[in-house]
């Protein structure tokens, strides 16, 4: 599962280094905006994606209930290729429009979001 306290445990990846990350190979996994939290190694570690609302995404497996439940649409697919999980994982795009329901979190097969609504 998710580790709820990433924001202190991780390190969060520079926009340097996500520009970089964006020119890569990788590039669609690494969209505007949302905060990345390391370890990053493309195309195996792509680190825990968002801050409100956070998607681990070397969990995150593409079941794709988060983004199809989602009252107010805070997720869009992206492309991870190579990853060993999954090609694609949600990116927590418009986390700032979520209104902390839960479902994503209750309805996540494997644990991979965590939301703050504290
Ligand atoms: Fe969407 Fe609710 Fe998850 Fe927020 S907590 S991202 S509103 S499903
Ligand atoms: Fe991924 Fe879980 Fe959503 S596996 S696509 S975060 S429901």
């Given at each position: ?40 190694e ?33 997720f ?43």
């Amino acid at each position: 599962a998710i580790d709820p306290n990433f924001d202190t445990n991780r390190e969060k990846v520079g926009e340097e280094k996500l520009d970089e990350l964006r020119s890569s190979a990788n590039q669609t996994a690494f969209g505007d905006g949302v905060a990345v939290w390391g370890p990053v190694e493309p195309p195996e570690k792509l680190g825990i994606h968002g801050t409100h609302v956070a998607v681990d995404y070397d969990i995150c497996l593409a079941d794709g209930a988060c983004l199809e439940n989602c009252p107010v649409d805070v997720f869009t697919w992206v492309d991870t290729p190579d990853h060993p999980v999954s090609e694609v994982k949600v990116e927590p795009t418009n986390e700032d429009q979520c209104i902390d329901c839960m479902l994503c979190v209750d309805i996540c097969p494997v644990d991979a979001i965590d939301v703050d609504a504290s």
